[in-house]
């Protein structure tokens, strides 16, 4: 088969942009109505935006190499979305504090994770998993039912409203245009990206070259905690209700995205644009679900499946016979 | 002097250790359960460990083999809904039996599908498993949207009081899987496992059958994971799409425990059987020992992580200390 | 039992890459056939072929004239060739009988292994090598802990474990010591008798005259000559190998220059210890170039991996005087050493990323923040036209390089940094005939300036050619140093297999 030479987060975007106009064609779609288009696909930009934000730890992850993944992320979206709502309670002032907040609980749980990989040789996979059946169980330990709080207006102005009445984008995907610029600098025009590369295509080339290997591995499952954590405090800003599967939904898709965006899960090779587009596909798959009025059992199959076809294509190993 | 002899001593039997865990966490619940050996309560522990156990030897050979299985709890879950639904409360005992032989018959399909991928595409297994984990656990979902249906009575009865000879029916369900194993891995097959686990391309350049060995072990996984379904559903009685969610984990926590290397070719069964018991008196311990109900998710959790870094753990002790 | 085996005109690729465009072998019973060539030849790949690991793209095997397909290295054993291999095929998690019986191990009337005749077959085989071992080994001996030399004494055992009519010995002797090379060729001598024929993949020229009948040499690819042992001599064997008139001709050229070598000691060891070192000392002025020698795996890339943070150790290292103990790459780095490893397709490259990336790796740090690329790219223009690196572009991958190129971007990225100690394991290995000469260039400009080099080479006439001394390290010790009229190959090669017993390099 002649390799094709399309960039994957190009092909990706253009699966997306398929994936639109078919939903259009569909019995509550949008038909020929443009308007209606224009509005269904900034809504679509818009709910990317949070599943975007979550992957981008699980870029980084996957990037590093050495089956490197974090299913913890679902349960850190969850756990800071709910200490942003406690925290903020309806102060505008308090904002800043909850997202610092977020940010530090997710960097301190990613690095739990990062010492148990590291240092205690569990796999990425299971250490993340049994990490996050712990931030499970401090959720309920904290959440004792129902928690009090809520969501301060310039979050709500900030998150989910759009830049002004005439440019009818919202804010949420500026903020998330930026996140991704800020992202491209870090991989590409730092030492720590430079770095995350070479540790994902050659571990042992990479430290006989000086790169601190440790140092980095917990840097990587730090930064992508925190990455998970300023997820979880976007989500409660645009939702404005907290509960305990917030952030669950977003775990596997964020895996899925990461992939459909051209990442090898192998590591050493890829891009958060690849994972913005990636997270386009997913929540257009998503919507086109509920659109087609699915239950969660079939989106569930649904993803799983695009999971598996996706590593089938982009995923296979060196053959034992050559 | 002596502590080399250890070191041999644990490297030649992974399994001593977990059996020394075993002795331990059973005595101290005995303290803390003085009835704990009675027939009454020794039946009623061995019915609920009974599930994991099955899962844990499947997930023993899988793991032996140098993959993982994480798509088992999905596996469990599409089991119980059958039953529950094809079934249900009216159902008859001959009906009962067609069904766990279908039930069987899917154990082996799903883990054939997933054998297929790993085996023959050359996937990775974590990320394949992970992806029909989800497929499964939705397909359970699709049959068995919510809780309900059920097994007939006289089924969940004679699981729940067979107890031949004054010992728990447990006991010779787990003796028959036992001696199997006791008669696989001394044929060819066994070596071909361990050679394959440890390391698979010295093991194809010695014309081992890599492949083969390789989708097997999953088609076995599958087929134990189907057993501890059906084990389930006899003890719970009815039907629940969510129901194997939590398995997984505890199997793989299981499998650790009982010495098996995460990366292959070391280990055995008998040491994850012994694993699974330890995790489910652990859990009886904690049940016990009074703690506040929201603290006890956490506790759990945090008692699974322990157990799966441990090997990590003794293994810096063994550094430190030469 | 078969009688012939031909192969004749084999293509092999992988991927972009030729191995083999046009290999030719005939091997009979009764002989011992030496295929010989130099790295990156295509003998491994010929001998895959032959035993069914790799799928020919064309040509042609016949057994005893006939044409025969191998679907698998079980086919290819189900006739009776067996192979050891250089990268060991053993499993490291079982013990000693069950990797030498995999797969067929003798059974039981159950279906079950029966552990006492695998047991005993397993000593008869062992007895074959009695003597030569250095520890207890036993059936039950776990293959992990095993030392090299008796890992590849149980990939022999293995591979003529089931009786076969043809073995391949693919670089065997490589971890052997003398003693148990000498009994091995005593076995190969039984064999021949018995009707069975070897192919003796090597480049170590003593035992190919010693133990070959025949020969077959293969170069870039191609076999470019066969014929009898006795109808040639080693002169005109290595010139069949290589392209040019040998470097050999330029390195005994250059005259070599005593007055560069300053007096100032600048790196200094005493009692190093490792793993595979018991305790090596010496003493390296500014602007030497020594050499490392003996066969491989006697704790010369321990030397050299200690020395760079890599490889913990216990001793004591100086450098100018001032003691220093690299715990990572990065410490040894930061005081001016660098490491060129061994292996670059593992440890020297990033082979997917690009020839920047590569040459720019321990050096990111100083380019600002965001990286200043056009900086790092003039930069890294610059090193590459010092080192007349041929590609086509810094975005390329290095996995479009040749050998050669390849192995100039493990020396640029650290000639980035202007080290002043330079560590080099077998840097020539696998590289071209002109791209050596280009090293060795190199390697002297370098010492000129004042910096201090240090490396292993398993050819000896580099060794003898290039460097002002010569540390030869056996059984994890410097057994000999040889420098000026000292420093010939026969003194080399003795001192390699631990027969003169000098004394150890005085500090």
């Given at each position: 088969m002649k390799r094709i030479s399309i960039s994957p987060p190009v092909a990706a975007l253009i699966l997306a942009i398929v994936l639109f106009l078919l939903s259009g064609l569909l019995p509550n779609g949008y038909g020929s109505d443009l308007e209606v288009a224009k509005a269904q696909a900034t809504n679509i930009l818009r709910l990317a935006v949070f599943l975007g934000v979550i992957a981008a730890g699980q870029t980084l992850v996957i990037i590093s190499g050495s089956e490197g993944i974090d299913l913890s992320t679902g349960s850190v979206v969850t756990l800071t979305a709910i200490l942003t709502y406690v925290i903020v309670?309806?102060?505008?002032?308090?904002v800043l504090l909850a997202l610092l907040v977020s940010l530090a609980v997710g960097a301190l749980i990613g690095f739990l994770n990062g010492v148990g990989i590291t240092y205690l040789k569990v796999s990425p996979f299971v250490m993340t998993l049994g990490m996050a059946g712990v931030v499970t169980g401090a959720i309920i330990l904290i959440n004792h039912g129902n928690v009090s709080g809520k969501v301060a207006p310039i979050m709500t102005r900030l998150i989910a409203r759009p830049l002004s009445p005439s440019l009818q984008i919202p804010n949420a995907v500026i903020i998330w245009i930026l996140f991704g610029i800020l992202m491209w600098l870090l991989l590409e025009r730092t030492s720590f990206g430079k770095n995350l590369f070479a540790l994902g295509v050659n571990r042992v080339t990479a430290r006989l070259s000086g790169v601190d290997v440790t140092g980095m591995n917990l840097a990587t499952y730090a930064l992508a905690g925190a990455l998970s954590g300023f997820g979880g405090f976007l989500v409660v800003g645009n939702t404005g209700v907290v509960f305990i599967n917030l952030g669950q939904p977003f775990l596997f898709p964020s895996i899925a995205a990461v992939a459909v965006g051209g990442t090898l899960l192998s590591g050493g090779k890829g891009s958060y644009w690849g994972t913005m587009a990636g997270a386009i596909v997913l929540t257009l798959i998503t919507s086109l679900l509920t659109t087609m009025q699915m239950p969660d059992s079939v989106r569930r199959m649904v993803l799983g499946g695009t999971l598996l076809i996706l590593i089938s294509i982009y995923g296979r190993q060196r053959a034992l016979r050559q | 002097m002596k502590r080399s002899r250890w070191d041999a001593l644990t490297a030649r039997q992974p399994a001593l250790f977990a059996l020394i865990l075993l002795v331990l966490s059973a005595v101290i619940n005995f303290i803390v359960q003085p009835n704990m050996f009675a027939r009454e309560t020794l039946n009623s522990n061995m019915r609920v460990f009974l599930p994991i156990i099955l899962m844990a030897i499947g997930q023993a050979i899988v793991i032996l083999g140098g993959g993982i299985d994480i798509s088992v709890g999905g596996i469990v879950s599409i089991v119980n809904t059958v039953l529950a639904t094809r079934?249900?409360?009216?159902?008859s005992p001959d009906e009962m039996w067609k069904y766990i032989f279908v039930s069987l018959l899917i154990g082996l399909l799903a883990g054939a599908i997933n054998g297929f991928f790993i085996a023959?595409?050359?996937?990775?297994p974590i990320i394949t498993t992970y992806a029909t984990s989800f497929l499964y656990a939705g397909l359970a979902l699709f049959i068995l949207p919510n809780p309900g249906g059920g097994i007939p009575a006289s089924i969940a009865a004679l699981y729940r009081d067979s107890t031949p000879l004054n010992l728990p029916l447990a006991f010779y369900v787990i003796a028959v899987f036992l001696l199997i194993w006791l008669y696989t891995s001394s044929m060819r097959y066994g070596r071909f496992l361990f050679a394959v686990g440890g390391k698979a391309e010295a093991a194809y350049e010695t014309a081992v059958p890599v492949t083969m060995v390789q989708f097997s072990t999953y088609v076995i996984s599958g087929l134990m994971a189907a057993f501890s379904g059906i084990a389930i559903t006899m003890l719970s009685g009815s039907g629940n799409g969510e129901i194997g969610g939590p398995m997984t984990l505890n199997s793989i926590t299981a499998v650790v425990i009982g010495g098996n290397?995460?990366?292959?070719g070391v280990g055995g069964v008998a040491g994850p059987v012994m694993g699974a018991i330890t995790l489910g008196i652990i859990q009886n311990i904690i049940s016990f020992a009074n703690i506040d109900t929201w603290w006890e998710t956490l506790v759990k959790a945090t008692i699974i992580v322990v157990a799966l870094a441990a090997p990590g753990i003794i293994s810096i002790f063994r550094r430190r200390r030469s | 039992m078969a009688e012939s085996l031909s192969a004749r005109n084999i293509v092999k690729h992988y991927g972009g890459v030729v191995a083999l465009s046009d290999g030719n072998l005939d091997v009979h019973a009764h002989e011992v056939v030496a295929l010989v060539g130099a790295n990156g030849s295509g003998k491994s790949t010929m001998s895959k072929v032959i035993n069914g690991v790799v799928v020919l793209d064309q040509g042609q095997l016949l057994l005893d004239g006939n044409p025969i397909q191998f679907a698998s290295p079980q086919a290819a054993k189900n006739v009776g060739i067996s192979t050891v291999f250089q990268e060991l095929s053993v499993v490291p998690q079982m013990t000693v009988a069950e990797n030498i019986w995999l797969t067929r191990e003798p059974l039981n009337q159950f279906g079950m292994v029966d552990r006492k005749a695998v047991n005993a077959r397993t000593e008869e085989l062992l007895a074959l090598f009695e003597g030569t071992f250095k520890t207890d080994l036993n059936p039950d001996s776990s293959v992990t802990s095993l030392p090299p030399d008796e890992k590849q004494i149980i990939e022999i055992l293995k591979a003529i474990s089931f009786d076969p009519w043809l073995i391949i010995l693919d670089e065997a002797t490589a971890s052997l010591d003398s003693r148990q090379v000498q009994r091995l060729f005593e076995l190969v001598t039984k064999w021949k008798e018995n009707g069975k024929a070897i192919v003796f993949v090597s480049h170590r020229m003593e035992e190919i005259f010693r133990i070959a009948d025949k020969f077959s040499v293969l170069r870039n690819g191609r076999t470019v000559g066969a014929g009898n042992i006795k109808d040639i001599n080693e002169k005109q064997l290595i010139k069949l190998m290589i392209?040019?008139?040998?470097?050999l001709g330029f390195l005994r050229g250059e005259a070599k220059s005593d007055a560069k070598v300053e007096k100032e000691v600048s790196l200094q060891a005493e009692n190093l210890t490792t793993e595979s070192l018991r305790g090596v000392s010496f003493k390296i002025h500014k602007g030497e170039l020594v050499g490392i020698g003996g066969l491989r795996g006697q704790g010369q890339r321990h030397l050299l991996h200690s020395l760079f943070g890599d490889v913990p150790f216990s001793g004591t290292v100086k450098l100018f005087n001032k003691e220093i103990h690299f715990k990572h790459p990065r410490e040894a780095m930061k005081n001016g050493f660098a490491l060129v490893p061994g292996d670059r397709a593992k440890e020297g490259l990033l082979y997917i990323r690009s020839i920047l990336d590569n040459l720019l790796l321990p050096s990111w740090r100083r380019y600002g923040l965001p990286l200043n690329v056009n900086n790092a790219k003039k930069d890294a223009t610059q090193t590459g036209s010092t080192l007349n690196l041929k590609m086509a572009?810094?975005?390329?991958?290095?996995?479009?390089?040749s050998g050669g190129n390849a192995q100039k971007v493990v020396i640029g990225k650290w000639l980035m940094r202007d080290p002043q100690v330079l560590l080099l394991d077998d840097p020539t290995k696998g590289v071209d005939v002109g791209t050596k000469a280009e090293f060795y260039a190199l390697l002297n400009r370098l010492s000129d300036e004042g910096k201090t080099i240090l490396f292993y080479s398993s050819d000896d006439e580099e060794l003898v050619g290039l460097c002002d001394r010569v540390f030869v390290v056996y059984d994890g010790m410097i057994r000999t140093e040889l420098a000026g009229e000292t420093l010939t190959k026969e003194n080399l090669i003795a001192a390699s297999l631990g027969v003169a017993q000098h004394e150890r390099a005085t500090p």
């Open positions: 309670n309806g102060a505008d002032e308090k | 079934v249900g409360l009216e159902g023959y595409l050359r996937l990775q290397a995460m990366s292959g | 392209e040019k008139e040998s470097v572009g810094l975005e390329e991958p290095v996995s479009s390089l």
